[in-house]
């Protein structure tokens, strides 16, 4: 099984995060895994931005016939994870080594529980949330799509 997830790294408790908060990402998938915090160094990023970015890259890849791949790069990290396209499967890898190859829907499913999970417990400020927010509404839209 395939899954995404997404932390924080520690800070103040404000009561929101700034939209500019460091946090960490991890794939983990049934060949493999990568994941930002075990890398030497620490690959920090731009969480909120780096869940956007995701979302937005990945929902372009999948809905898009002449894309074939789409590399989500950390906000302001090297953290990196490659998306291609082959055939109605998603390949995610990392560093050279390959994390899954599955269906884009299920690619699309587990990037999604990874982010609604990550957002019961985080309180981005904004622009972050309505950003967050909005590119969450664009990939839910097109996860009915592709499973329709």
Same mark, same amino acid.
């Given at each position: 099984?395939?899954?995404?997830?997404?932390?924080?790294?520690?800070?103040?408790?404000?009561?929101?995060?700034?939209?500019?908060?460091?946090?960490?990402?991890?794939?983990?998938?049934?060949?493999?895994?990568?994941?930002?915090?075990?890398?030497?160094?620490?690959?920090?990023?731009?969480?909120? $931005?780096?869940? +956007? @970015? %995701?979302?937005?890259?990945?929902?372009?890849?999948?809905?898009?016939?002449?894309? *074939?791949?789409? #590399?989500?790069?950390?906000?302001?990290?090297?953290?990196?994870?490659?998306?291609?396209?082959?055939?109605?499967?998603?390949?995610?890898?990392?560093?050279?080594?390959?994390?899954?190859?599955?269906?884009?829907?299920?690619?699309?499913?587990?990037? $999604?529980?990874? +982010? @609604? %999970?990550?957002?019961?417990?985080?309180?981005?400020?904004?622009?972050?949330?309505? *950003?967050?927010? #909005?590119?969450?509404?664009?990939?839910?839209?097109?996860?009915?799509?592709?499973?329709?």
């Amino acid at each position: 099984m395939l899954t995404f997830s997404f932390e924080l790294a520690a800070e103040p408790d404000t009561g929101t995060q700034s939209s500019y908060a460091m946090g960490y990402m991890s794939v983990l998938g049934p060949q493999g895994g990568v994941d930002s915090r075990t890398i030497e160094p620490a690959k920090q990023m731009m969480i909120f $931005l780096s869940i +956007v @970015d %995701l979302l937005d890259g990945l929902r372009r890849l999948i809905a898009t016939p002449d894309w *074939d791949t789409y #590399q989500l790069i950390g906000t302001d990290s090297s953290f990196s994870v490659l998306f291609e396209k082959i055939e109605k499967d998603v390949r995610v890898s990392a560093n050279g080594s390959i994390i899954s190859q599955c269906p884009a829907g299920q690619v699309a499913s587990a990037v $999604l529980r990874g +982010v @609604d %999970l990550f957002l019961a417990s985080a309180q981005p400020d904004e622009p972050a949330f309505s *950003d967050l927010t #909005q590119a969450r509404a664009d990939f839910k839209v097109m996860l009915k799509e592709i499973e329709q």
